[in-house]
């Protein structure tokens, strides 16, 4: 029988940087405004091989490997954030005034995504058990700018959750539940 205590809503938090224990490390970061929500979702991928047979029916399916992706949108302009994530941002401090500060966002090829494992929380639950840590995420940025009366700025993150092959066991993509659990 179903137990409607097993169903869940809520908003959730996001932080990239978490260690082995399942804390924040120092240089990780915490996305704790959402608009939307927080989605996320694998997709496995399949070789599926026919015969002349069967024609274009297939005649079994074989996993060839799973990602994920989380999505959100976030109104946290903290742009010293972004720069962790995206390697084609960088912070310019003014020569002679330090209280002078931009940021400047790069649109060329090339440049490698740094990848940390993630959590997502739900907002003011402080039970493991509904956490969902993602073995190895990197950070896709893009602006959503908008200047209209109902809505206000938001940074579009989109991330790719990728297969671990340092992890136990290789390849792992997500743990739902408390990360510190042994065998």
Do not use: C, H
């Not at 005649?59 to 302009?77: A, L």
């Amino acid at each position: 029988m179903s137990d409607v205590n097993q169903i869940y809503a809520g908003p959730g938090i996001f932080e990239w940087g978490v260690g082995e224990d399942g804390l924040l490390e120092p240089d990780g970061i915490v996305i704790d405004l959402t608009q939307g929500g927080i989605t996320f979702a694998t997709t496995t991928t399949y070789f599926e091989p026919t015969t002349d047979q069967t024609g274009t029916a297939p005649v079994k399916s074989i996993s060839t490997g799973t990602t994920g992706s989380i999505d959100f949108e976030t109104p946290d302009m903290d742009f010293e954030k972004v720069i962790k994530y995206n390697p084609n941002s960088s912070k310019v401090v003014d020569a002679t005034d330090p209280d002078k500060v931009k940021y400047q966002v790069t649109g060329l090829a090339g440049k490698e995504l740094p990848r940390r494992r993630a959590v997502i929380k739900p907002q003011g639950v402080l039970d493991p058990a509904r956490y969902i840590y993602i073995e190895s995420v990197g950070i896709k940025f893009d602006m959503n700018a908008a200047f209209v009366l109902d809505n206000n700025l938001r940074l579009t993150v989109s991330a790719m959750a990728y297969p671990s092959l340092t992890a136990t066991p290789k390849g792992l993509l997500y743990t739902w539940g408390d990360i510190t659990a042994t065998a």
